[in-house]
């Protein structure tokens, strides 16, 4: 039998940017798990509207004064970061069947890479299940309001992100 450690739990993700969806599968996981990583990838291969540092500092504000909450980005493997930490259970949001080939592709190459590595499906309210960030950009960058489906922070960075992109500053 494999050894898991269930005291902490990793939720890895883009998180570009956090959204409602995403709060609502923190909430459930601190429920459950005494402690929860929030583990921003950075990808290099992939554009992305904040960086890696940015999310960290946003994200981490928003859970400053939640003491089972971390948040900390990693790069390469979510199995190298889960050891890093001694960590052996992974957090995945599960919105619809469409999620499905995906996540239990990776579940299944996670614990093949490291046979002690669970994880663990949760589901957001049914209002979140449409959620994405990429959804949230497009909509945002088209002029729409994304209020509602973003927390109050990030509503304002994305708003002045937005801003920036339209009125770049004269010289
Ligand atoms: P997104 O699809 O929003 O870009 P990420 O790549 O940051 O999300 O995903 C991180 C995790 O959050 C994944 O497990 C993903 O399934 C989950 N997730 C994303 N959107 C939602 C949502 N609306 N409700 C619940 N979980 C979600």
Redesign the pocket.
Known sequence: MVQTTAALAV??????PL?L??V??IDRAVQIFPRVVVGILENASKDSLFTPAERVEMIGRLYAEVPSVEVRSFSGLLVSFLKELDATIII????AVS?FEY?FQMALMNRRLYPNAETVFL??KEE??Y????LVKEVIGLGGDVSGLVPEPVLGHLQARYRKATHPPTR
Do not use: K, Q
């Not at 939720?11 to 570009?16: C, N």
């Not at 959620?131 to 990429?134: N, V, Y």
């Open positions: 939720y890895p993700g883009s998180f570009d959204h969806g995403h609502d599968i995945r949001g599960m919105r999620d996540e589901t957001p979140y299940t959620l994405s960030s990429r």
